[in-house]
């Protein structure tokens, strides 16, 4: 191809590029994926950026989040366009070209190849419409080919100096005092009316007529834009550039629905809300505008897309929470209404969070902190058998069971103190029910609760009200399930709640002390007891206890109530038993004392911290080597012939809450022996099980293989491990007949195998 054929192809592919730009109206389209494109890689050096496209890369990714936001069917409307602009036959609608091109060929040979100008525009064209990062924007103002070819169409027009830089500045601007096409645009639509920009929607010919206007302003400036003044040298105008954008958008069969898809989207990206806040908070109410302009309320409807049940979204853009809820968020929706028929389109989208500013700030329960406490002990649990999870399971099965309507007795301890002081506008019946299934409802949460289902307590709407109501008349600002669990299981900080103090009494005891509570039926009990009342005699500390106090609910009248559910529950001492096993086996750690150069172990256990006595604890071997030797005190032993031994040994604490004995420690451990280093007898001991550990492992591939081949080599590795244990024998310093005994023993073995693997491949 000749200097000047290519020149000729390049102008052209310029024009088309600029006509492109007009008629999707300045949004560059990528061949990729779409869902890549809301998903953008910096791959550039931030410093090797230039302005211009970092300025462009900020305007692409606001078009592409807008046009996303329209959903999967405008996406796919400009999907489509693009596809069918690729496929376009510009050769066989060469006439749509002719206007431009009777004047181009004045100035450039006649021998153009359409073929290869079909392809340089295409290359163009894409290389703009695929721009998805900011190393996409420099490869492309960078790009060699590029670069040559402006300076051939600068040259064919008597211009030298035209750069890639000055067509993407005519198309979308430089950021600063050039606006580019993009621009002027954007300055059109934002001085019209909020109607008349709603009467563009669904007018595919007001926002083409738009985009045309846009383009020949920007044609009279060639002194700003240098493909503006290449296109005046070449007698091209904007009629010209109107003519073909017309009789191009004739011929597409997917324009109409792109160009509206993508008109939108500009729209959408040049929206921003208003909010008119009141109610303390509670109420939000929305307002849009358009370029800086009031959408009328009247062509938009709002609605939630999702979030809080408690936020309610009006279509009038009102969005409120209810009194009693400090906070709510949702995502919520606008879409403009169409005065030109058709479904409403999404214009607006955002998440939003309420909140109520006159509420008190409520204490937040560490959920995060205690599920991580939780699961060790699930953990635990699980270790201690399917005996004691079915335990756990059936207590928390017999809790959701009980029939609140005949027990409501069994709260009446604490019930009455409240009920004295409760307004008459309160209905007592409905305030004693909720606090029951609350209750319920805490007691009966599974050991491996996850977050979600803590959450759907904390934020139950009946909950919240029936603990305002008593925090009204306790005198105290807020009351919520959160600091029902903050008394039981702390907050994270300086209260650590009931779980909390039980812990710190454990860690106070001497050995004898914790292991006589480890011993008795009723003394753990009495220990969780003694610490619900010193929680519940904190009243700076806890807010439920200043509550129950101001409302004069002793702490005994709460182990009462306590006393009389346990009653109820058949499962429940079978469960505390498997829960409190659970607690020690989490909180149990062993001590060693290694002696007799590493043959001897012999191990303890402590809990919290306290060592728990050697008389309390039987030992055992679950499973492991013959070698090793446990016995019931916790020695565990080699012999000195043994150079190491694994096995997996397993403690139990005797008389467990004055029933039968608790596992609470089981552990694999590895006894060596220091002295098998300077043995040659246990030195080559384990030379030889390394060995005959080869072997097997040949062995059990040979016996899955049907290919000669590899049998074959399987010989070649049974001599390399003989080898190998020959020489590492001989390094021993030891008794020669002892060494002797030990190759012998070794070329046995090889020759067995060997013959093992020649019987088989005899075979036929």
């Not at 302003?217 to 005046?232: A, F, G, M, W």
């Amino acid at each position: 191809m000749n200097k000047l054929t290519f020149t000729k192809k390049m102008t052209v592919s310029t024009i088309a590029i600029s006509m492109l730009a007009v008629s999707l109206g300045g949004l560059p389209l990528s061949q990729k994926g779409f869902a890549e494109k809301l998903n953008f890689i910096q791959t550039v050096n931030a410093a090797d950026v230039s302005p211009l496209s970092a300025s462009l890369f900020e305007q692409i990714k606001k078009w592409y989040a807008a046009l996303a936001a329209g959903g999967p069917q405008d996406v796919q409307d400009v999907i489509s366009l693009r596809d069918e602009l690729a496929q376009f036959d510009w050769i066989a609608n060469k006439e749509l070209i002719d206007p431009i091109w009777k004047k181009v060929i004045a100035k450039l040979p006649a021998n153009i190849d359409q073929a290869e100008l079909k392809a340089s525009l295409s290359r163009l064209i894409k290389a703009i419409g695929s721009i998805q990062s900011m190393a996409d924007i420099e490869a492309l103002r960078t790009n060699p080919e590029f670069r040559a070819t402006l300076k051939l169409i600068a040259a064919a027009v008597g211009d030298e100096n035209l750069k890639m830089d000055d067509l993407l500045v005519f198309l979308f601007g430089d950021g600063g005092s050039r606006e580019g096409l993009e621009g002027k645009v954007s300055s059109k639509l934002s001085k019209m009316s909020v109607m008349q920009l709603i009467q563009l929607i669904g007018n595919s010919k007001g926002i083409t007529e738009i985009v045309l206007q846009a383009m020949d302003q920007q044609l009279r400036e060639p002194d700003v834009y240098k493909i503006s003044s290449i296109l005046k040298k070449l007698d091209i105008s904007s009629k010209d550039i109107r003519t073909l954008v017309m009789n191009l958008q004739a011929k597409l069969k997917k324009g109409d629905a792109a160009l509206q898809a993508l008109s939108f989207a500009y729209l959408r990206s040049s929206t921003q809300a208003s909010t008119e806040i009141s109610e303390n908070g509670r109420q939000h109410v929305y307002h849009l505008k358009m370029f800086g302009v009031d959408i009328p309320s009247f062509v938009l409807k709002w609605s939630k897309v999702s979030g809080s049940e408690h936020v309610t979204v009006y279509s009038s853009g009102m969005v409120t929470i209810p009194e009693g809820v400090q906070s709510g968020s949702a995502v919520i929706q606008a879409k403009l209404v169409s005065p030109n028929g058709g479904p409403a389109k999404v214009i607006f989208e955002k998440e939003v969070t309420l909140t109520d500013t006159s509420a008190p700030e409520e204490n937040v329960f560490p959920v995060a902190e205690y599920l991580k406490r939780l699961e060790k002990i699930r953990i635990a649990l699980v270790a201690g058998g399917s005996t004691d999870v079915n335990s756990v399971l059936k207590l928390r099965d017999e809790i959701m069971g009980l029939d609140l309507g005949k027990n409501q007795a069994l709260i009446d301890p604490i019930w009455k103190p409240i009920a004295k002081k409760l307004p008459s506008s309160v209905d007592q019946a409905e305030l004693k029910r909720n606090l029951l299934q609350m209750m319920q409802a805490i007691g009966s949460l599974p050991f491996d609760v996850e977050a979600s289902q803590l959450e759907s307590i904390r934020a139950n709407p009946e909950y919240r009200a029936t603990l305002k109501t008593i925090a009204k008349v306790a005198g105290v600002p807020t009351l919520t399930v959160d600091d029902i669990l903050i008394m039981m299981f702390g907050d994270g900080k300086a209260h650590g709640g009931v779980e909390a103090t039980v812990r710190n009494t454990l860690a106070s005891m001497s050995s004898k002390e914790l292991a006589k509570v480890l011993n008795s039926k009723n003394t753990l009990a009495i220990i969780q007891s003694t610490a619900l009342a010193k929680v519940l005699n904190d009243t700076k500390g806890y807010t439920l206890s200043k509550a129950l106090s101001n409302l004069g609910v002793k702490p005994a009248d709460v182990a009462t109530v306590i006393h009389q559910v346990k009653d109820k529950l058949k499962h429940e001492e079978s469960a505390f038993k498997a829960l409190s096993a659970a607690f020690v086996r989490s909180e149990t750690e062993s001590t060693v004392k290694i002696s007799d150069h590493g043959r001897q172990h012999l191990y303890g256990l402590t809990v919290q911290g306290v060592e728990l006595p050697s008389s309390s604890l039987k030992w055992k071997k679950v499973s492991g080597s013959k070698d090793v030797k446990v016995d019931s005190n916790g020695k565990v032993t080699i012999s000195k012939k043994v150079a190491t031994g694994t096995a997996v040994i397993q403690a139990s604490l005797d008389n467990f809450l004055g029933g039968s004995s608790k596992v609470i420690f089981e552990k694999e451990i590895t006894l060596v022996n220091d002295d098998a280093a300077n043995d040659p007898k246990v030195l080559i001991q384990n030379i030889l099980k390394s060995f005959e550990g080869k072997l097997a492992d040949i062995k059990k591939r040979f016996d899955a293989t049907t290919i000669d081949s590899e049998k074959v080599q399987f010989i070649l590795e049974v001599i390399q491990a003989g080898n190998d244990s020959f020489e590492q024998i001989n390094k021993v310093e030891g008794p020669k007949g002892l060494k002797n005994e030990a190759i012998n023993k070794v070329k046995k073995q090889v020759n067995e195998m060997i013959n093992v693997i020649i019987d088989s491949l005899m075979k036929f």
